[in-house]
């Protein structure tokens, strides 16, 4: 079994940053590579950024492109998502994700709720 944890999500004016955690614990050596999504209130699921198999490029929404990044530490144990120059349209519980196989996030976090307003 493999767990995801997220943290950091908070409500946030808009221009303000947050910086997002993801933990992963358990059979960790299950997951090929990891991705952040988001749901925004009354939307789908959708996709803000991941890193690509073997971790050897990332890739964003076009919508997070320039504002957001995402980052890993060395054990791959930890993942980040810098989130900066928020807007409200931003507003969304984020979750992370971990992939097994290649290109099919299997498991999901229980999410952050991230809040954009002034």
């Known amino acids: 079994q493999v767990q995801l944890e997220e943290s950091g999500g908070g409500l946030v004016q808009p221009g303000g940053s947050l910086r997002l955690s993801c933990v992963a614990s358990g059979r960790t050596d299950d997951i090929y590579d990891m991705g952040w999504f988001r749901r925004p209130p009354g939307k789908e699921r959708e996709f803000v950024a991941a890193?690509?198999?073997?971790?050897?490029?990332?890739n964003y929404a076009d919508s997070v492109k320039g504002r957001f990044t995402i980052s890993r530490d060395g054990a791959k144990n930890t993942m980040y998502l810098q989130m900066d120059n928020l807007k409200p349209e931003d507003t969304a519980v984020y979750y992370c994700?971990?992939?097994?196989?290649?290109?099919?996030?299997?498991?999901w976090g229980q999410g952050t709720q991230v809040t954009v307003s002034s």
């Open positions: 890193f690509s198999w073997q971790g050897t490029r990332q």
């Open positions: 994700a971990g992939e097994n196989p290649p290109g099919a996030y299997t498991y």
